[in-house]
């Protein structure tokens, strides 16, 4: 597990998630288990998860952000993203890699985090 924090000087460049691969699935519902403290919805869909990148030796790379830099929970939350993916069959390593670039939007959110948050 690595864990980059605190947040990265310059972005992360932001390349599109490997939806394609057979873990995909199962390391976004391993996201949906992590919950930011201060909003009752899960980070993946708070939008904070910006790329999920899987290599062919299952060697998985998350870029994610944090809904504000003052995010008291900024040096804990890549970890907890970690702890989460880490276990699942197959992963052989995690690394978590926090940037704040782009900035982290209310638009960002999934159709089902506004309607719980009432924002529909």
């Given amino acids: 597990?690595?864990?980059?924090?605190?947040?990265?000087e310059g972005a992360p460049l932001i390349r599109p998630s490997s939806t394609d691969h057979p873990l995909h699935e199962q390391i976004v519902e391993a996201c949906r288990s992590?919950?930011?403290?201060?909003?009752p919805v899960n980070i993946y869909d708070l939008g904070l998860i910006y790329t999920i990148e899987i290599s062919d030796e299952a060697e998985v790379d998350i870029i994610m952000t944090l809904t504000a830099p003052g995010c008291?929970?900024?040096?804990e939350m890549p970890g907890w993203v970690a702890e989460a993916v880490e276990p699942l069959p197959g992963v052989k390593q995690v690394n978590v890699a926090l940037t704040w670039e782009p900035p982290w939007g209310m638009e960002m959110m999934s159709d089902e985090a506004r309607l719980e948050l009432g924002f529909m």
Avoid at 1 to 8: G, I
Avoid at 72 to 75: D, E, I
């Fill in 1 to 8: 597990m690595s864990v980059e924090t605190p947040p990265m």
């Fill in 34 to 39: 992590v919950f930011d403290p201060e909003i």
């Fill in 72 to 75: 008291p929970v900024a040096g």
